[in-house]
């Protein structure tokens, strides 16, 4: 196995990798804020990954992955993502609970590991939380879906994705049974950026939810044809 990266690079290229995925401009600020610390220390760490070579950064514009940034990205990403699908598979975790202990073991786990673990799991595409398991040979699939906050009302999906790994806010979707497979039907929005009405589970035994912007913005939907 070749030398892996620092868990603090590593930690920075996944960072990366998922603001830019949600179409997110990846700066110093935004960087400050997905990781928590401080705008002294990203700026340090943007530095050093340029110097890498994982990462192109201009001043006062976007930070992006080279192609050896996005590699180890992939790469740091697939063991996050089939830890999280084992800890739920197979130890029985929610998935609520399973994000901070993978932030931990991605690290950790060798990569025979984590090719054992890709084979118990029958070599998943998806983690619990519908992210993408990126392949052994570094992959992605992006599925077709939508932002629930970008649909109109009439439409009808299934909800394929959660971006949003804040344990409260998972346990408020299982709660209220926003979780992945679930039919969602958007009735109405309301104006003046009020919430979105929507319908969750199959006819007729649905619930009216109202969703605010912060689960909106979390949920992606494969829309039903």
Known sequence: MAERPSPSVEDYLRAIYGLSERGVPVTNATLTQRLGLSPSSV????????????????RYRSVELTPEGRRLAYDVLRR???????????????????????????????????????????NPTHDPHGDPIPTADGTVEHPATKLLDHVEPGTVGTIARVWDTDSELLRYLTQHGMTLGARIEVVERKPFGGPLVVRVGEPPNTETEFVG?????????SVHG
Not at 43 to 58: D, Y
Not at 94 to 121: C, F, G, N, Q, T
């Open 43 to 58: 700026s340090g760490m943007i530095n050093k990954l340029a110097q890498l070579g994982l990462v192109t950064h201009v």
């Open 80 to 122: 996050h993502r089939l830890i999280e699908l084992f800890l739920v598979e197979e130890l029985n975790y929610s998935w609520d609970e399973v994000h901070r202990e993978a932030d931990v073991l991605e690290h950790a786990v060798s990569d025979e590991l984590i090719a054992h673990i890709a084979a118990k799991l029958g």
């Open 213 to 221: 912007g912060e689960i909106a913005t979390a949920l992606s939907i």
